[in-house]
């Protein structure tokens, strides 16, 4: 189960996330980032190969969604 910290902590983060995408004041460059959001919470969570596994296919799913190039 959960502890009552990782929640918070990842509440935090989360609230971090969505505070730099609508300010866009480059408060921390890598929360914006998926592998890096995950890398952090999955070193929240104490599997931080798991947390940039899922961090890294959120990338390559964001990459397949949008086209470069007038591809």
Do not use: R
Request: proline content about 0%; overall charge negative.
């Amino acid at each position: 189960m959960f502890s009552v910290i990782q929640i918070i902590l990842i509440a935090l983060v989360a609230f971090f996330i969505q505070f730099e995408m609508n300010n866009s004041q480059q408060f921390i460059k890598c929360f914006g980032e998926k592998v890096c959001t995950g890398l952090m919470v999955g070193l929240i969570m104490g599997d931080y190969q798991m947390g940039l596994l899922v961090g890294g296919t959120f990338e390559l799913m964001a990459l397949g969604v949008s086209g470069f190039g007038g591809a």
